[in-house]
C-alpha cells in the first residue's frame, strides 16, 4: 500500500510560480516512477510530467520548459517546480506512483488556479 499527499496548490497570477509537492509512504519509494497529472473543469484528466527511479524525467509538450520535476529519495517526496504559469495550467494536480505499467495509487489532489 502506498499512499501519497500532495501539497502546494493555490492561487497565483499569471506569469507566476508555484511548486507542488507529493510526499508517498513505503520504503521502496526510490524505484517507483512518479508521475503528475492534472484535470481541468470540464475536462479529461492529462498527464503533465513523470519522473523515473533514475532520475530521467518526460514532460507534456504544454509544460516543456516552465516546469521542472525532480525527486528527494532520502524524504520520499517529488517535486513538481511551476514556473511562467498561464491561466490554461488551471485544474487539480494529481500525484501517481506507477509501480509496473500503470499508476496505480493517486493522491487526493491540490488545486491550481491561475488568474489572468
Known amino acids: 500500500q502506498v499512499q501519497l499527499l500532495e501539497s502546494g496548490g493555490g492561487l497565483v497570477q499569471a506569469g507566476g510560480s508555484l511548486r507542488l509537492s507529493c510526499a508517498a509512504s513505503g520504503r521502496t519509494f526510490s524505484v517507483y516512477t512518479m508521475g503528475w497529472f492534472r484535470q481541468a473543469p470540464g475536462k479529461e484528466r492529462e498527464f503533465v510530467a513523470a519522473?523515473?527511479?533514475?532520475?530521467?524525467?518526460t514532460y507534456a509538450d504544454s509544460v516543456k520548459g516552465r516546469f521542472t520535476l525532480s525527486r528527494d529519495n532520502a524524504k520520499n517526496t517529488v517535486y513538481l517546480q511551476m514556473n511562467s504559469l498561464k491561466p490554461e495550467d488551471t485544474g487539480v494536480y494529481y500525484c501517481?506512483?506507477?509501480?509496473?505499467?500503470?499508476?496505480?495509487?493517486w493522491g487526493q489532489g491540490t488545486q491550481v488556479t491561475v488568474s489572468s
Open positions: 501517481a506512483v506507477r509501480r509496473g505499467s500503470e499508476y496505480d495509487y
Open positions: 519522473i523515473s527511479w533514475n532520475y530521467g524525467s
